[in-house]
């Protein structure tokens, strides 16, 4: 079976540009999380999905970031606009409920330049 | 408010030898714990959990050890090999409604031959 999968691998855009990611979590997987990575840290939560609603956006950056889970599958996270400081690695994780192991993605890269 | 923190930044251990990767947590709620493995490039990798009503619980080749009255978490991985060489994360969950995966930063585990 596949695991979480993330597109694209890799993201260089200019700053002040829209830019989106996208997530496909393991089958029947009813939690989904988005994290950031900065270089050197730990993964940082952003948001957190049950099904289809958010259940917990306390660290999103409203200003900017938007994310949906239509249907309580599929994920998108967009940035609009980019700023330099959102270069990191976006990952996507699943776990079948909240408090199971959670799979995660090989992550989007994304560079603002 | 919650973290969770490494006490080793970087390990460097001799193939062959045990390793042992230290991490504390402050969120005396937390009642789920997990380690990942991260290689370059690469999410991380689900490698073994325990939850709050064990204080041991073992692997392949890699034991978890919790213990509750100093909020420590150890991973403790048996006849290191050259592909143990990656960044090891500890995360907890609290459960109820928050139920996030809050990770610490990290320590890189260099195995020499």
């Known amino acids: 079976e596949a695991g979480v999968v993330q597109s694209p691998r890799y993201k260089i855009i200019e700053k002040k540009q829209p830019v989106a990611f996208w997530c496909n979590p393991i089958s029947g997987h009813n939690t989904l999380y988005w994290y950031l990575q900065n270089l050197g840290q730990g993964p940082e939560l952003l948001i957190r999905?049950?099904?289809?609603?958010?259940?917990?956006d306390s660290q999103l950056p409203k200003d900017r970031f938007s994310a949906e889970r239509l249907k309580g599958v599929d994920s998108t996270l967009k940035i609009q606009p980019a700023e330099l400081g959102d270069s990191a690695v976006y990952l996507c994780a699943s776990s079948l409920q909240m408090n199971t192991e959670a799979f995660f993605g090989q992550g989007t890269r994304l560079t603002v330049v | 408010g919650e973290s969770v923190g490494l006490h080793l930044p970087t390990l460097s251990v001799q193939e062959g030898d045990n390793s042992i990767i230290n991490c504390a947590y402050s969120?005396?709620?937390?009642?789920?714990f997990i380690w990942y493995k991260q290689e370059s490039g690469k999410g991380p990798q689900f490698i073994i959990d325990i939850r709050s009503n064990m204080d041991k619980r073992q692997g392949q080749r890699v034991t978890v050890l919790l213990n509750k009255t100093v909020k420590h978490l150890s991973l403790q991985i048996a006849a290191t090999q050259p592909g143990d060489s990656a960044v090891y994360f500890c995360?907890?969950?609290?459960?109820?409604?928050?139920?996030?995966?809050?990770f610490g930063k990290g320590t890189k585990l260099s195995v020499k031959p």
């Open positions: 999905y049950e099904n289809e609603e958010a259940v917990d």
């Open positions: 995360a907890e969950k609290n459960g109820g409604s928050q139920g996030n995966l809050i």
């Open positions: 969120n005396s709620a937390s009642d789920y």
